[in-house]
Each structure stands twice: as C-alpha cells, then as structure tokens.
C-alpha cells in the first residue's frame, strides 16, 4: 500500500476527512496521489483530536468478551460494533475456533495479544485438544493483530499468499497506532503466518474437514475463508459483514465478482467478519446492494466531472440501510471506490 494513513479507519479507525481536503482541486492525473497525502495528513490529526482523550486515565482493556457455540463445536467471540477505543482494544471483529476429533483450528487472532491469549484460554476451557491450525482471515487489524499470541505453539498458522507483505506493510503503523489508542495494545507484536494458500487447501481436524480459499481481490488483496463441511458452515471474514458498514480497503468491482460465488447452496450457515450468525443470504444481498450503489453513484459522478470532495458532498450522507458504524467509513468507501473507478 503506498499511503497506510488511507486505511486508517478500515476496519473502525478515525475519520477520513476528505471533505476538508483543500487539495482536491487538481487536474486529474495528479488527482489521486495528491488527495490521499492530504487525505492521509488529515486523518492522522483527526485521529489524535478524537480518539486519544477516550483514553480513560489508562485504564487496562479488557481483553475477555465471552465465546458462543453457534454449531457444534463452533465457537465465536463477536466483537462490538464500534469504532476502536482504549475500552474495546479493538476487538470489534469477529474470532474463534472450531474443534475436531484431534485438534482444533483457531480463525483470527483478534487485535491484540491479550486477546489472542484470551482465545486460548477459551479454546482450552473446552477442549483439551491441541491447536493445529491458525487461519488469518485477512490483513487487517482486528483480524490477524493476535497471532503472536499463539508463537509458541506448534501449529500450522495460515494465511493469503498476499497476506505477509500486508502485513509487513501495515504493522509498524497501525501498532503504533493502536499503542497511543489502548494500553491493552502492550506487548503486542505484528508476526506473519508461517503458510500461505494460492487459491485452495483442505486441512483436517480429525473427522472435521475445512476447505480453505484464497480469493481475488475483494474487501483487501488477502481474503481467505474457511469452510466447515461437517456443519455446512462458512467463516466469511470481512467479505460479508453483517449490520456494520462494509469497509471497502480492496476493489469494489472485484467484491462484487466475489461475492456472486460466496454462497453456494452447501453453505447454511455464516460466520461474518462482524456480526451476527445467520445463512448469510440476507446479509449478503445487504451488502451487494450497498455495493452496487456506492458503484453506480461513483461512476456517475466521475462521468459527470465530479472530483472526490464534490462526490462526498454529493453522496458522502444519508444511510438508507441503517448500517452501524456509519459515519466516516463511508466517505472512506466512497474515496475507495473513486480512487478504482476513475481509471476504468
Ligand atoms: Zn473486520
Ligand atoms: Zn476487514
């Protein structure tokens, strides 16, 4: 990624801001390198304006939200639907494990080593099955920030070919965001996993087969999903999200593409990157029809000469669907969106 500050609030972070960008007026092959400086500049100081004084005198985050069997031997911990805070620590994203005959297969590790330790603790609560494999879901923070928690272990931890150089791309910022945000954030370090899939893998916990794919750039360039053919169950990641936003940190039109072969009729059950568990139909046309109009308005803005702060302006407000956490994530979709379809 050539500006990380751009995807500051991916998955919840600050604010964009790029409606005050007053370098928004460029011709339009400098359009783009310039309005994400600034748009970077200004996200950082909003940043610190917003969400450093949250910091309540210090106090620890609590690490532990409860995990919740959805299927058998299915277990989630759903995180909040908020922005990050130092109460939350990110943990706003869905994590958790699924137990076989043999072992046990963790996907996402949370933001932060306390959490993934806590994921641990949780995963030893019901079985005394050893941990074989680590699925990171995809790049962002929220997601695969635990890993280092399970460093020790001797396991197969797994991830999207794309999803080490994300990593090393992204880590150093965001922790040193996330440090100024969280005390619980400590101790936390950025570690890649030790396996990646091209496209697909299968993996067995003991009479528990998973099938893992890789897919083409969609809500990042590092979507994996894990599929639990004994329940029928998709763990979708953050390519369906279910009542929060979707934050589009990848390609609108590759999402879209992707989204047509999520769910075949196997799957009967979703696990999404945020949000409730449901058969993911409704959550799935939710989100294509957010999609498709953030598309649709987008390229009839560029057709009709708009630049990026005069899109925002144009369809920056107003959420029909009621999506949480709203506000700031979709000016950010919106710049996502502009920055791909501008070069079609
Ligand atoms: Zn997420
Ligand atoms: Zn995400």
């Not at 797994?158 to 954030?185: K, Q, T």
């Not at 950025?190 to 794919?213: F, H, Q």
């Not at 809500?219 to 894990?226: A, G, K």
Request: glycine letters at 10%; proline letters at 6%.
């Amino acid at each position: 990624m050539e500006n990380p500050a751009l995807y500051l609030c991916a998955d919840g972070l600050g604010h964009l801001g790029t409606e005050q960008n007053p370098g928004a007026r460029q011709r339009p092959g400098l359009k783009r390198r310039t309005i994400l400086r600034a748009t970077a500049a200004l996200a950082l100081g909003t940043l610190t304006g917003l969400l450093l004084p949250a910091v309540p005198g210090g106090a620890a985050a609590p690490a532990a939200l409860p995990f919740t069997e959805v299927a058998e031997g299915i277990f989630v911990r759903f995180g909040v639907h908020e922005e990050v805070t130092a109460t939350n620590c990110g943990a706003i994203a869905n994590i958790g494990f699924i137990v076989g005959e043999d072992s046990v297969a963790v996907i996402d590790s949370g933001t932060t080593r306390a959490q993934g330790l806590a994921l641990r603790e949780a995963v030893a609560a019901v079985t005394d099955k050893p941990i074989s494999h680590l699925f990171t879901t995809h790049v962002h923070f929220d997601h695969s920030f635990g890993l280092s928690a399970f460093a020790d272990l001797e396991l197969r931890s797994i991830g999207h070919r794309n999803l080490p150089r994300a990593l090393a791309e992204r880590g150093p910022f965001y922790s040193e965001m996330l440090a100024g945000i969280c005390p619980d954030f400590a101790g936390t370090v950025v570690v890649p996993p030790g396996e990646t899939v091209d496209d697909k893998l299968e993996v067995d916990l003991g009479n528990r087969p998973l099938r893992i794919t890789a897919w083409p750039t969609a809500h990042t360039n590092t979507d994996l999903t894990v599929f639990d053919v004994k329940t029928g169950t998709l763990w979708s990641g953050d390519l369906i999200f279910a009542e929060r936003l979707p934050t589009l940190d990848g390609s609108i039109l590759g999402w879209l593409k992707v989204l047509d072969e999520l769910l075949p009729e196997e799957v009967v059950r979703v696990i999404p990157g945020h949000g409730p568990v449901s058969d993911g139909r409704a959550a799935l046309a939710s989100e294509r029809r957010y999609l498709e109009t953030l598309r649709d308005e987008v390229r009839m803005a560029i057709r009709e000469g708009l630049d990026i702060p005069e899109t925002l302006a144009r369809i920056g407000s107003g959420n029909p669907q009621h999506w949480q956490v709203f506000e700031h994530n979709h000016g950010r979709n919106i710049v996502s969106a502009y920055t791909e379809l501008e070069w079609e």
